[in-house]
């Protein structure tokens, strides 16, 4: 009897430190994904950031082009438009950023 219930906490060892294992393996891989999430935002919002200065600028030359008769109303507000989008890009690129940063915090159990 006394070595059944031996053979069954042994039992009940082994398989409480597989589901501890497999939890280990769960966060360290929910990690990795939390910061594989951030790098990736973060570069996307580089790339936004630098889209939008190249639109500004693309917009300063389409309106002074303009200004000197060599554009149309068209090109300049094509400009405007890319300009536009890139700020909107940009504004999605932080949200993404801060959201990944909020995540990969919750992963390491910052929050």
């Not at 070595?3 to 294992?21: L, N």
């Not at 600028?57 to 309106?63: A, D, G, N, S, V």
């Amino acid at each position: 009897m006394t070595r059944a219930k031996a053979g069954s906490v042994v039992a009940e060892a082994e398989a409480v430190k597989e589901q501890r294992e497999d939890a280990r393996t769960l966060v360290q891989l929910d990690v990795q994904r939390a910061v594989s999430l951030e790098v990736d935002a973060a570069e996307r919002l580089q790339v936004a950031q630098t889209a939008l200065a190249s639109a500004n600028e693309y917009l300063t030359i389409q309106r002074d082009r303009y200004r000197n008769g060599l554009a149309n109303q068209t090109e300049v507000l094509a400009a405007e438009t890319r300009r536009a989008d890139s700020q909107r890009n940009l504004y999605t690129a932080r949200y993404d950023h801060a959201l990944a940063v909020v995540r990969l915090k919750r992963a390491t159990g910052e929050l």
